[in-house]
C-alpha cells in the first residue's frame, strides 16, 4: 500500500469515517487543512476526514459546480465555506 493511502485510512479511523464538519457518517474524503500548495503536510494532524460537500465547498472548486451538484445558491457559497472553515479549526483546537 502507498504511504498516502495508509495516511488516509489512519485518518479515516481516528475520525470514524465521519465527517468532522457535519457529522455525516461513512465519509471517506480526507482533507489537508493547511493545503500542501502552502506548505501544507500529510502529517496526521494536518488532515480532517471530510464528506463530498464539506471537501468541495472548501476546496477551490468553481462556483458553478457547487451550485450544480449541491443546490448551493450562490450568494450563500461564501458563507457556507466560512462556516466548514471556522468548524475545521475548531477541531483542530479541540484536538490540541
Known sequence: MSEWREIRQKVLQ?????CQVC???HSGQV???LPRSQGGTNDLA???TL??????????VPEWLLTKLWQIPS???SAASQAIQDRINEVVRERS
Open 51 to 60: 464528506c463530498g460537500k464539506c471537501h468541495m465547498v472548501i476546496s477551490p
Open 75 to 77: 450568494e450563500e457559497i
Open 23 to 25: 457529522g455525516k457518517e
Open 31 to 33: 482533507h489537508h487543512i
Open 14 to 18: 481516528r475520525d470514524n469515517r465521519q
Open 46 to 48: 494536518n488532515l480532517i
